[in-house]
């Protein structure tokens, strides 16, 4: 039906000639029927303005439906297809006024029915697609997301494209333990996965090798401090704060650097060999000149070449040289004066001992010391022009080995020849003076001792004449003539006993003084013993008795004092009697003086005049108790108190606030609530503590 005016509308009668008929009725209303136009009672209506229509409007293909004083919307079907056309101004609204109702967008499923395709739906706000085969945008056709389109995805004929334009993009996967999966082309006409960000396991897990174009690196850290880098020639590790760990935590595997070998392929370097906690070097590590290696947590150890000499320095603490394999030697070699080596000396593991393979020289005023405080000393002197031999400690033994052969001494006769002056005849067993030649000792031969020929003589010509004898367990018997032509014993000196046996009454009206090394012994045993070995003086009880210090004297004290370390001396401790009462007695340790325990005072106990102090300063600091330990107030009142498998419990004021139990703690005075709301109602803010039954819980 074309467009006509109203007044172009003819009348007829018959119903079956009649195509539409518009009526007028009131001031609002236009009535068309056709249906009903001959029934008793007309009840279609097409309202204006307000009103009901209850029957079909049917508008003929291409004819429009149009609205609005400008006809800016448009309905029509022009015989193929359904049009909704914004023609003139505004924008086009689809509005669902409903509460929780929906809009649905439905078609043909292909199959002769109808779809749903997608809805916007009003219970929960949001847009959703039901259609089988998804939502479809052409190419180069952008879905565009945020108020200003700052999210835009689409396909631009080649590449599928997610562009974000503001703000970061973020991609959120909210289902508990699920993954977000990154899923691409396999090679070969299927899919793979290449990484996946793996909810359960809370890590990022890649399938596929990734690859950093050079010059790229991977970043690491809040502000990219650790980055992984290949330059185009050369591949690099770059932290640029804190620490670079290297960190294997699987038992016992070890961390491998390996590099090319030179032939092709690669080959370990360095191993860090978990199993056997060791560093493995597999290859020749090289320094170059003046950059020396360092062992020690202060470089204390340095070996390094200075382009001219190579060196081995060591700054702190003595420096060994092991060989701990089985027999084996360290062998000192050097330059053998013709351009190759040969061996100076060697530290023999099998021999127990240092072997010399070339002359040992000590320039002038060098000592060759011996002994562990350096107690035998061989120099020469230059500035004295002599040569000496020093034995600083112990006994000094010069010995022959050889069966029957002598240790001779000789020198200069003062005739420019030499003769023998002293002979250790190991065949005959005796050392052997040639006659008239003295035995002397003092600086001015002030002792000698000789035969002529026909007597013997031992003569002191100033000091005193002391007689020695160094055999162990042996005595000085003093024996003379007898008065019968015989020799009797006077009194002797008893090395085995260590005591002085007189054979014959001897009679002395001044003081006994005993020297250095010599013992007054009393009691039939000679039990107890004092003594001055000439630096420290001792008293002894060597018999299994007791030793008793004993002061009987009324309130009075025993003090022990020593130096002071500034060239005096002060009290360490004593045993204080006048301090002491029925039943309670006491050892008295003067401010800073500290009872010490360990090898190096690892564990002090002092007062320092203000406080009382225990300090530990290696190890663990253990208190052990088979029952209770507890820590109390001077007058009783508990403080803690630990229990032997049992509670650990903590007081205020000597009232127990916390302990523990086979559960976990127990709190008192802890107010209890249902939960944080009742908490909070309660009167209790954020960060305090409440207990809803054995539960404790902390207000948020």
């Known amino acids: 039906m074309a467009n006509i005016k109203f007044s172009q509308f003819t009348v007829g009668n018959t119903e079956s000639d009649i195509d539409f008929v518009v009526g007028y009725k009131g001031a609002n209303n236009i009535q068309i029927s056709p249906a009903n136009l001959l029934s008793a009672t007309l009840s279609g209506y097409l309202p204006l303005t307000g009103g009901t229509m209850s029957g079909n409007i049917v508008f003929t293909d291409n004819v429009q439906a149009q609205f609005g004083t400008g006809n800016d919307l448009r309905l029509v079907h022009n015989g193929s297809d359904s049009y909704i056309q914004q023609t003139g101004v505004g924008d086009l609204i689809l509005q669902q006024t409903v509460t929780n109702a929906d809009i649905s967008f439905q078609a043909d499923n292909g199959s002769g029915g109808i779809t749903e395709y997608f809805k916007l739906q009003g219970s929960n706000e949001r847009l959703v697609v039901a259609a089988p085969n998804g939502m479809k945008f052409n190419d180069s056709i952008q879905a565009k997301f945020g108020n200003g389109s700052d999210l835009q995805i689409y396909h631009d004929g080649t590449n599928s494209v997610i562009n974000n334009v503001t703000g ?127 062992f020690g947590t202060g470089g204390d150890l340095q070996i390094y070449h200075d382009a001219t000499d190579s060196i081995m320095k060591n700054t702190v603490g003595n420096l060994y040289i092991s060989n701990s394999a089985d027999d084996k030697d360290i062998i000192f070699q050097s330059d053998d004066g013709s351009g190759g080596l040969d061996t100076y000396f060697s530290i023999v593991g099998a021999g127990n001992r240092v072997q010399y393979n070339k002359n040992l020289r000590f320039i002038d005023n060098v000592v060759l010391s011996f002994g562990s405080d350096d107690d035998l000393q061989i120099q020469h002197n230059s500035g004295a022009s002599l040569n000496q031999i020093d034995n600083i400690n112990g006994d000094f033994y010069i010995q022959q080995n050889a069966d029957d052969k002598d240790i001779i001494f000789r020198n200069d006769n003062g005739s420019g020849g030499l003769m023998t002056y002293l002979t250790i005849d190991g065949g005959a067993g005796l050392v052997n003076l040639p006659d008239n030649i003295p035995l002397s000792f003092g600086t001015g031969n002030d002792l000698r001792l000789q035969h002529n020929g026909t007597d013997n003589f031992i003569d002191s010509y100033i000091g005193h004449l002391n007689i020695r004898n160094h055999n162990v367990d042996k005595d000085i018997i003093f024996q003379a003539d007898d008065g019968s032509g015989g020799l009797t014993e006077y009194f002797r000196v008893d090395g085995g006993d260590e005591i002085v046996l007189f054979s014959k009454p001897i009679v002395t009206n001044q003081y006994i003084r005993l020297n250095d090394n010599l013992q007054l012994r009393l009691g039939t045993g000679s039990d107890l013993r004092l003594s001055h070995d000439g630096f420290d003086s001792y008293i002894q009880n060597v018999n299994g008795s007791d030793l008793y210090i004993q002061n009987t004297v009324d309130d009075k004290d025993i003090i022990f004092r020593c130096d002071d370390g500034s060239g005096g001396i002060t009290t360490y401790f004593k045993l204080d009697g006048s301090f002491a009462s029925a039943g309670t007695v006491y050892t008295s340790f003067p401010d800073n003086s500290r009872a010490t325990f360990g090898n190096n005072f690892e564990l002090n106990i002092y007062h320092d005049g203000s406080n009382s102090l225990i300090v530990n300063s290696n190890g663990e600091l253990l208190i052990r108790d088979n029952d209770t330990i507890r820590l109390q107030k001077n007058n009783g009142e508990n403080m803690l108190r630990a229990i032997t498998d049992g509670a650990v419990e903590l007081y205020h004021n000597n009232v127990k606030k916390l302990e523990t139990t086979s559960a976990g703690i127990k709190i008192s005075g802890v107010s209890e609530y249902a939960d944080n709301t009742a908490a909070i109602a309660g009167g209790l803010t954020t960060g305090d503590v409440y207990r809803t039954g054995d539960l404790l819980k902390i207000v948020h």
């Open 168 to 294: 970061n993009l973020q991609i959120y996967n909210n289902a508990n333990d699920g993954d977000i999966q990154f899923i691409s082309d396999d090679g070969s006409g299927g899919t793979t996965e290449y990484f996946r960000v793996d909810g359960g396991q809370e890590k990022t897990l890649f399938s596929k090798n990734t690859e950093h174009q050079n010059g790229i690196r991977a970043q690491f850290g809040n502000a990219g401090n650790f980055s992984i880098l290949h330059d185009g020639s050369n591949a690099f590790l770059i932290n640029d704060t804190g620490n670079l760990t290297i960190q294997q935590n699987v038992d016992d595997l070890d961390i491998i650097f390996k590099c090319d070998n030179g032939a092709g392929s690669v080959t370990p370097y360095i191993t860090l060999d978990g199993d056997n906690v060791r560093t493995q070097i597999d290859r020749e590590m090289r320094f170059m000149d003046t950059i020396p290696a360092k």
